[in-house]
């Protein structure tokens, strides 16, 4: 009876409204983000500063899998059983780890970091440039909000012209084919292969987890900030950049067709690939 009450909570609300609100507080970093970078950075420069926003991304998720890793180790009631009442462990297949103590570290962790963005200035003098006045700078601020009325009057019927105009940009094409390659791929990544460690390894879920982190995430971090060093360098401009992501991601999906010659033996699963008898 216990059972049947609880699986009726409407607690799961409170989980998709907040990922809702959470997803909203993120999306603009990365095109925003990327915008503040371009005026207000020297060209020379902007790639390299590209480079530790994506840099300072992928940590991010990096940290989030060492957490997961804890929470994963720790019971879901711990609050309210004690360690010497659980008669399982983390391998065994009933075991849930404390997912939601990983959710309220993070809002935590969120809060405290949007608070910085409240100080960010409206206007910045570009890198490089002298400091201006006071009323330069009101000037400035001015124009810019008469020039964003003048955008949100046409941008409806700009919008197909400029739907149009990105289609038919090759650099911005290969760049949203490379993207949804990538994105496929790592989403591929961490949907399946914890749960496969786990079954084929006889791993637990904070160590699949541990592991996806420390083998995948470092050496993308390492690329991230390295292309975007090697672009401030040799200042590679954006057809140069299209063409040398484009062939290294090529080269990259052919180092992983190797993967198709790693086999192991499959595990016994009664009732798939061994009868329940």
């Known amino acids: 009876t216990e059972c049947e009450k609880e699986s009726g909570s409407l607690l799961w609300i409170f989980v998709m409204v907040g990922n809702i609100v ?19 950075a020297k060209t020379e420069n902007s790639p390299f500063y590209m480079g530790c926003l994506h840099t300072a991304t992928v940590i991010g998720p990096f940290l989030g899998l060492l957490l997961a890793s804890f929470c994963a180790e720790l019971f879901v009631d711990l609050e309210s059983v004690g ?3 659980i008669t399982i462990t983390a391998t065994d ?7 939601w103590l990983g959710i309220l570290i993070c809002a935590l962790v969120n809060l405290l970091a949007g608070v910085p963005f409240w100080f960010l200035p409206r206007s910045l003098v570009k890198e490089g440039e002298t400091n201006e006045t006071e009323e330069t700078c009101k000037k ?12 949100a009057k046409q941008t409806m019927y700009d919008f197909i012209p400029f739907l149009k105009a990105l289609f038919r940009n090759p650099v911005y094409m290969l760049f949203i084919c490379i993207t949804v390659l990538q ?9 399946f292969m914890p749960k496969y460690l786990e079954q084929q390894f006889g791993k637990s879920a904070s160590d699949a987890i541990f592991l996806i982190g420390v083998y995948n995430l470092p050496v993308i971090c390492v690329g991230y900030f390295f292309g975007g060093l090697f672009m401030k360098k040799f200042k590679i401009n954006t057809y140069q950049a299209a063409h040398i992501a484009f062939w290294i991601s090529f080269l990259e999906y052919l180092l992983y067709f190797l993967a198709f010659w790693t086999v192991c033996d499959t595990s016994p699963v009664a009732g798939l690939t061994v009868s329940y008898e």
Do not use: C, H
């Open 22 to 40: 959470r997803g909203m507080g993120e999306t603009p970093i990365m095109p925003l983000g990327i915008s503040y970078l371009e005026d207000f």
């Open 83 to 85: 360690a010497g009442d």
């Open 93 to 99: 297949a009933r075991w849930v780890g404390a997912w």
């Open 140 to 151: 400035r601020v001015v124009l810019l909000q008469e020039d964003e009325k003048k955008e």
């Open 183 to 191: 994105f496929s791929a790592f989403n591929g990544m961490i949907s």
